[in-house]
């Protein structure tokens, strides 16, 4: 139905389109009010008139409705009456890994830190082979 109306309603726009651009300008706008227009007698201007009246009913009309169907199905609200949306669990229901017991990498830095190295040579060494 929402899309049977938009087509309808592209369809009204377009030809009002049409209908007002082949109407003769009186005011000279654009410089094109003089002369003979493309329909210059007095019952296609009454018709083209009636005729744009009528599209512009109708794309008034089809505004409306347009309108009226998009906010049907919305139900108001408010942000702050809602709960919270709860975290997505990850796929497989798998648990969450607990942190290791000892700390964290930050901590084994720490403690190999503390730990003294081993001294360093003295000079240069020569390969040893196995």
Do not use: C
Request: charged share 10%; net charge neutral; glycine share 14%.
């Amino acid at each position: 139905m929402h899309t049977v109306v938009i087509v309808v309603h592209l369809i009204i726009v377009a030809t009002l389109t049409v209908i007002v651009l082949l109407q003769k300008s009186e005011g000279g706008g654009l410089g094109m009010g003089g002369g003979a227009g493309f329909m210059s007698s007095r019952g296609t201007a009454n018709l083209l008139t009636r005729t744009t009246a009528f599209l512009a009913a109708g794309f008034f009309a089809t505004s409306l409705f347009l309108s009226w169907l998009a906010g049907y199905d919305h139900k108001p609200g408010s942000i702050l009456d809602g709960t919270p949306a709860s975290q997505s669990q990850p796929a497989g229901g798998a648990t969450p890994v607990a942190p290791p017991a000892s700390g964290g990498l930050l901590d084994s830095l720490k403690q190999s830190e503390q730990q003294p190295a081993a001294p360093a040579p003295a000079g240069p060494q020569a390969p040893r082979s196995q």
